[in-house]
């Protein structure tokens, strides 16, 4: 699987738009690039992904450059709730059991 | 809307013993897949399951087993416990395994050898 790179830790202000970036500049014209976020002592949550266009949903926006070598996840206005792991994760479009492989991702604090 | 369902949430077992940790989903998900994850580390995909009756290695097989005897549950088996087999265990599924289609995941186990 090709490899992520994350800052290991950010901090952001409360109410602040959040920008995560993720470097992956061996990533293949197939792989999907997914976020995941993990909350303090539970499981990852699914938050977005996409291939080669930026996308939106209720949780955040995911921006993808145009050579697909990094990508940016979004929090449009940081809550103290959205203080966790982020992970970002390549995942390769084998049609079947493609698995998620997790690296150390960016723990993100938001400050009053 | 129960989702992913772990039990049990904490256990302290020792070293040689053997224990199962229970995994089950209401969603009529396909794919399910157990993860662990050390202390300040990623998740490590331990086995997967693409269905009823089928099972693969992950990328951290040794100590455990598993079966998948119907959709809905997914056990882990721990044999002769160690040490290093101290983590969060998380249990996850998905409706398919395609890259369209995200994991849904519990809320773990944390397990203790000693």
């Not at chain 1, 493609?98 to 009053?112: E, I, N």
Request: aromatic share 10%; hydrophobic share 30%; with cysteine.
């Amino acid at each position: 699987d090709a490899k992520t790179t994350q800052p290991n830790s950010m901090e952001s202000n409360e109410e602040e738009p959040v920008h995560l970036p993720c470097n992956h500049s061996t990533i293949s014209g197939t792989d999907y690039i997914h976020w995941y976020r993990q909350l303090p002592s539970q499981g990852p949550e699914y938050v977005i992904h996409g291939l080669t266009s930026n996308v939106n949903n209720r949780m955040a926006s995911l921006a993808i450059a145009e050579d697909r070598k990094s990508s940016t996840l979004i929090l449009h206005r940081a809550t103290l709730r959205d203080a966790a792991v982020y992970y970002c994760i390549l995942r390769a479009n084998t049609g079947t059991a493609s698995k998620l492989t997790f690296g150390t991702g960016t723990r993100l604090q938001v400050m009053l | 809307n129960a989702g992913v369902t772990q039990t049990p949430k904490f256990h302290i077992l020792k070293i040689g013993q053997s224990m199962t940790l229970q995994c089950t989903q209401d969603m009529n998900h396909n794919y399910m897949y157990w993860y662990r994850q050390d202390p300040g580390m990623g998740l490590k995909l331990i086995y997967y399951s693409v269905g009823a009756g089928i099972t693969d290695k992950g990328e951290v097989p040794n100590g455990y087993n598993v079966s998948r005897s119907t959709t809905e549950d997914f056990p882990l088996r721990l044999e002769l416990a160690a040490p290093s087999q101290t983590s969060v265990y998380f249990c996850a599924s998905s409706y398919s395994g395609d890259t369209n289609y995200g994991y849904t995941f519990g809320s773990g186990t944390r397990l203790t050898v000693v």
